[in-house]
């Protein structure tokens, strides 16, 4: 069975796919809503933040998931979706878990801002170094024949216009921003995890008899992805809310655009996409549990 897994299929549409498309441009189009000019400013004033979160999720992370991948190789498909993973840049749901946690919100969104526009470069970047640099998930890069370019642009269409343009209607339309953002960020994250159920339901066969191939292996490496964020922030003496900011800026990964890229360049590899399926599900839940402690905690 763990050999079927590598060519195993997951039922996704290109309406699913489409779906996806516009959800994600809507999530971050939302969150550009609450983002200015001044963010930005904020985050280049205090550069030691800036760049410890920036390599902790671009740098740290896929580096430390790689080394993961050496210690308990896994099968190779299921090894590439965590090199995915952990190229994608952190989940727009952390700006909403920061802000339970009693984390630096401010930080959250610019973070999330900045690391949306490095994501277009190190996103493609790390996914072809790690996975060319790991022999079974090359030779997976090398039949899909991976186009950068391609992938650049997608993730530009998805992430970066929305971007531009949510900040371009908060700095004209203030007003009309926040008001349109309270409605639609909690709407597309209800639609978007909607859809994810709806997805594993339409493939609940193939989850409940594969999902244990991932299912430690997902919670393993979300919890590294936390440590990692945080121990960032300690070690280079952040103060504990900003430890808290990194932690859940690092270890709550855009799964959604992973899933795009999955069936958009690998046509649904199965233990790809289970691997980043479940870690959709999966970070959700741990954000909201982490974040939930850090709030009753003083």
Not at 81 to 86: E, K, N, P, R, S
Not at 126 to 134: D, E, R
């Amino acid at each position: 069975m763990t050999e079927n897994l590598d060519n195993l299929k997951i039922n996704f549409g290109e309406d699913g796919l489409w779906i996806v498309n516009v959800i994600l441009a809507i999530i971050m189009f939302g969150v550009a809503l609450g983002i200015t000019i001044d963010d930005f400013k904020r985050l280049f004033k205090n550069p030691k933040i800036l760049i410890t979160g920036i390599t902790a999720q671009f740098i740290l992370l896929p580096f430390v998931t790689f080394i993961f991948i050496k210690i308990i190789n896994p099968m190779p498909s299921i090894a590439l979706g965590m090199m995915l993973v952990a190229a994608c840049p952190g989940g727009n749901i952390s700006n909403f878990m920061t802000q339970m946690a009693k984390g630096n919100a401010a930080l959250s969104v610019s973070l999330t801002a900045f690391a949306t526009i490095v994501c277009l470069v190190m996103t493609p970047f790390n996914l072809q170094f790690y996975g060319n640099l790991y022999e079974p998930t090359a030779e997976i890069l090398n039949r899909v024949e991976l186009d950068p370019y391609k992938l650049v642009k997608l993730v530009t269409l998805i992430l970066g216009v929305p971007l531009i343009l949510g900040m371009w209607l908060r700095q004209k339309r203030p007003a009309l921003a926040q008001k349109t953002a309270k409605v639609l960020k909690p709407f597309s994250l209800g639609i978007f995890i909607i859809f994810i159920i709806v997805a594993f339901y339409n493939n609940l066969t193939i989850f409940i008899n594969y999902i244990h191939y991932v299912l430690i292996l997902v919670i393993a490496h979300n919890v590294l992805a936390i440590l990692t964020g945080y121990f960032s922030a300690k070690i280079v003496k952040l103060g504990y809310r900003e430890q808290k900011t990194l932690a859940i800026e690092t270890g709550i990964q855009n799964a959604g655009l992973g899933l795009l890229l999955v069936f958009s360049f690998f046509d649904g590899l199965g233990g790809m996409a289970l691997l980043v399926a479940f870690w959709a599900i999966w970070d959700i839940f741990s954000g909201l549990a982490l974040a939930s402690f850090w709030a009753k905690k003083s």
